[in-house]
């Protein structure tokens, strides 16, 4: 069984503070992905980053970026200098084994204030 | 490019009435498909997922259903709508063959069963 925990339900910032979104996996397969998404109020579900277990590197893109590290079972998502238009649920999600559904974690609503 | 469609975008039903959403891709040759309901509170809980053509695999027992007719069309359906049905349906897909690649999401039927 595979599992997905977001423990921060809701963050506030103010806008260009650094904020960091914790996800924490959970996976018997030693082949998995793990994928952030983001939900603005409009409801879709955007997809921000995919990562294999098999690349500890970390990804910088803009003003995101994201630290995994298999030790902790951890893909942690982080925006540097946020703007009001980050306020979103971020959810962060797993897909292993043969299992071609992704496991979501329960999100994060992050607000940026002015 | 691919495209995901999905309606309608909000709707509301009376309990007992029927159901059906539809989504459809384009873009893209025998995709996963997948239909999420995400209740008050963000949790989005896989209802149905299909591989090909009439291969429906369903996670939750309840009464919805979804069907395949062609392979680029994934319908959800019910004969009978229940209050708890209320919810935000999403729609996505992810490339098939067997890879665990990111699922894209249509922009969300919003149901309220009154």
């Known amino acids: 069984a595979q599992k997905v925990t977001q423990a921060q339900t809701e963050i506030s910032v103010v806008e260009k503070e650094d904020v960091t979104l914790d996800c924490v996996y959970e996976t018997r397969d030693t082949t998995y992905y793990l994928f952030w998404y983001k939900q603005p109020p409009s409801g879709e579900l955007v997809f921000l980053i995919r990562r294999n277990s098999f690349d500890e590197q970390n990804e910088i893109s803009g003003r995101y970026s994201w630290n995994f590290q298999k030790s902790t079972s951890s893909f942690n998502f982080t925006i540097t200098a946020s703007q009001v238009v980050d306020s979103a649920v971020y959810f962060c999600a797993l897909s292993s084994g043969s299992a071609r559904q992704l496991t979501f974690g329960s999100g994060t609503q992050l607000t940026v204030l002015p | 490019s691919q495209t995901i469609h999905q309606w309608p975008a909000t709707l509301v039903q009376p309990v007992g009435s029927p159901l059906s959403l539809e989504c459809t891709v384009e873009g893209t040759s025998n995709p996963n498909l997948y239909w999420y309901r995400q209740a008050a509170g963000r949790g989005l809980q896989l209802l149905f997922y299909s591989v090909g053509i009439g291969q429906i695999s369903s996670e939750v027992p309840q009464n919805l259903s979804a069907s395949r007719p062609q392979d680029r069309q994934f319908i959800l359906s019910s004969k009978k709508l229940l209050l708890s049905d209320s919810g935000f349906y999403l729609c996505?897909?992810?490339?098939?063959?067997?890879?665990?690649?990111?699922?894209?999401f249509g922009q969300g039927t919003r149901l309220t069963v009154v």
């Open positions: 996505a897909w992810s490339l098939g063959q067997g890879q665990n690649t990111e699922a894209f």
